[in-house]
């Protein structure tokens, strides 16, 4: 049955359009393929997230990147690249956005890219202990401006320091010989109501850790979440022109010289040529610590490894971190690592800060008796490897990475009297060997390439310089050999006690098995070795034995020739 057309003016039109359609993509082809090449290149493209959902991101010249990440443009070039120039404000655009605590959950699960670290493939998991302990304990105020990991640590928004209501014995930075016999306690703060003002409605009252494992000391945490008294929203202490401020270009009083610490590479951090902070805000993350047992670079370590944890678990980029110490301590050789590694803005020390001072986001570092580094119980902890790795690319140190065979480096690590700290005005230490030089002759004659050092004499990144070369590290037990920390994989350490130290200290124990070094731990049993002011004579001949059998390990398990 044929059907009946019925033509209408509006068929004719809509069959004509068909045709010059067809008209035109015949004889201009060409060209409708270039105009369209041309908008697929102007549009965004299509980007991944952490869930696998495929999303259009909106161009923007102003799109920062995330804390800590950098934008797909410049994924393949590493944003540290030592050649290139940043002006102050680029490190307030990489803090722009910060800390997805604030924002979104961070996740145990992720893998995130830390390009600054340089490290070789640029990503670290945050699956590992106590990271993720941390992630998935997490707690905040209504407000999101005071959030909690696992009740170790902290991120405090916009929070306002107060240093006249800081009680204090001693502001820090001192000369030690100046506060010789001071009391440790004048050196730690009492903080007083108002010492802390952030945005809430009400203070927050969250729970900090009092002890992790046998170790049960106070939390100093809890006593500065007691100080904090809340303001509005909108009432930062600061105009709106003082966020723009940057902390090493900012026009702010100049502090006392010992309120700033520099790092090595100027004069041993000792702060002489003094500083400027802004007057109002610090803008950024601020890493903020107390230390405890300052001038033990053990007790050090504690901390370091603390903030390192932080950062990776913030994906904060040192460069443009400032840190704040939280103590009152006099200056120490151990200051100046803290600028070199994560006070890339500046270290300031909080009693010497002129006024009240607001820091866009504090973070709060764990106790450093909480650090995996004191529970020497642990079988393992994490995230070594890639602390070794930031501490030489911090320092631009180069270390080897595996023996020698047959011919090894021997790193003798000699202790000798220093004035370290005010409870030791005497300036004696123990443990100390009576025949250094008898005991380096024996080990070059039997075919070692020996160096004898005193590190406490020096500046931390020449200490690095001699760990970074060593195969076998050989001292007293002391806080020195804390830096065995930091040797290549496969290295060993040989640890001597006197007769009159019977306790026996695990920590380098632990050290040597979460590193997988080769450790030989020896005691002297024998009264004749102990000589006057804490001198022990080390027989050659045992202390050859032992080196012979670290290398023996060392070099059966990875010969290189």
């Known amino acids: 049955m044929l059907m009946k057309v019925v033509w209408s003016p509006k068929i004719g039109l809509l069959i004509a359009a068909i045709l010059l359609v067809v008209y035109l993509r015949i004889s201009y082809s060409p060209a409708i393929e270039s105009l369209t090449a041309r908008f697929k290149s102007r549009a965004p493209e299509p980007s991944t997230t952490n869930e696998g959902k495929r999303v259009f991101e909106k161009p923007s010249s102003n799109k920062q990147p995330s804390f800590g990440e950098h934008s797909e443009r410049n994924k393949d070039r590493p944003p540290d690249d030592e050649n290139a120039t940043k002006s102050p404000s680029e490190g307030k655009k990489v803090s722009e956005k910060l800390i997805s605590a604030f924002h979104s959950p961070i996740r145990c ?6 390009d600054f670290m340089g490290l070789p493939d640029r990503t670290v998991d945050l699956n590992r202990y106590p990271v993720c302990d941390w992630i998935t304990k997490t707690e905040r105020n209504p407000e999101h401006s005071f959030v909690v990991f696992g009740g170790e640590m902290a991120v405090v928004r916009d929070v306002t320091l107060n240093p006249a209501n800081l009680q204090m014995g001693s502001r820090g930075g001192e000369n030690i010989t100046s506060v010789l016999k001071q009391n440790e306690d004048d050196e730690y703060f009492t903080f007083k109501p108002g010492a802390l003002t952030i945005p809430c409605r009400q203070p927050p009252q969250f729970k900090f850790v009092v002890g992790i494992g046998n170790y049960r000391r106070h939390n100093h945490f809890n006593s500065w979440q007691t100080s904090i ?26 502090l006392d010289p010992r309120g700033v610490v520099l790092d090595d590479s100027s004069d041993g951090g000792r702060g002489a040529r003094g500083g400027v902070v802004p007057e109002k805000f610090v803008p950024g993350v601020t890493f903020a610590v107390t230390r405890y047992e300052y001038a033990n670079v053990h007790h050090t370590l504690t901390d370091l490894y603390n903030t390192f944890l932080a950062m990776i678990m913030l994906r904060v980029n040192p460069r443009y971190s400032t840190v704040l110490l939280m103590d009152g301590h006099p200056w120490g050789k151990f200051d100046a690592p803290w600028a070199t590694l994560f006070g890339g803005r500046n270290v300031y020390r909080a009693a010497h800060l002129p006024s009240q001072t607001t820091f866009e986001y504090m973070v709060w570092i764990p106790v450093g008796y909480h650090s995996p580094v004191w529970l020497v119980e642990l079988p393992t902890i994490s995230y070594l490897p890639e602390l070794r790795y930031f501490f030489y690319k911090q320092y631009g140190v180069t270390p080897k990475e595996q023996a020698k065979c047959p011919t090894l480096n021997v790193l003798l690590v000699l202790r000798r009297d220093y004035l370290a700290h005010p409870r030791n005005p005497s300036a004696t230490i123990q443990r100390k060997i009576a025949n250094e030089a008898e005991v380096m002759d024996a080990l070059k004659a039997a075919g070692y390439v020996v160096q004898g050092v005193q590190l406490d004499l020096l500046p931390v990144g020449k200490q690095l310089e001699h760990v970074g070369q060593a195969d076998i590290m050989l001292g007293m037990h002391g806080a020195g050999l804390t830096w065995s920390i930091l040797l290549h994989d496969n290295a060993g350490l040989v640890e001597i006690a006197p007769r009159y130290f019977q306790k026996h200290s695990l920590c380098f124990k632990a050290i040597s098995r979460w590193r997988g070094l080769h450790h030989i731990h020896w005691t002297n049993l024998n009264a004749t070795n102990e000589r006057a002011n804490y001198h022990t004579y080390l027989p050659p001949d045992i202390v050859l034995r032992l080196v012979n059998q670290v290398k023996d390990k060392i070099c059966n398990k990875n010969v290189v020739t």
Request: hydrophobic fraction near 20%; charged fraction near 35%.
């Open 109 to 114: 699960n992720e893998t995130v890219r830390l």
């Open 229 to 254: 008294t809340c303001r509005s929203e909108g009432d930062n202490r600061f105009t709106n022109n003082s966020r723009n401020l940057d902390a090493r270009d900012a026009r702010g009083a100049t």
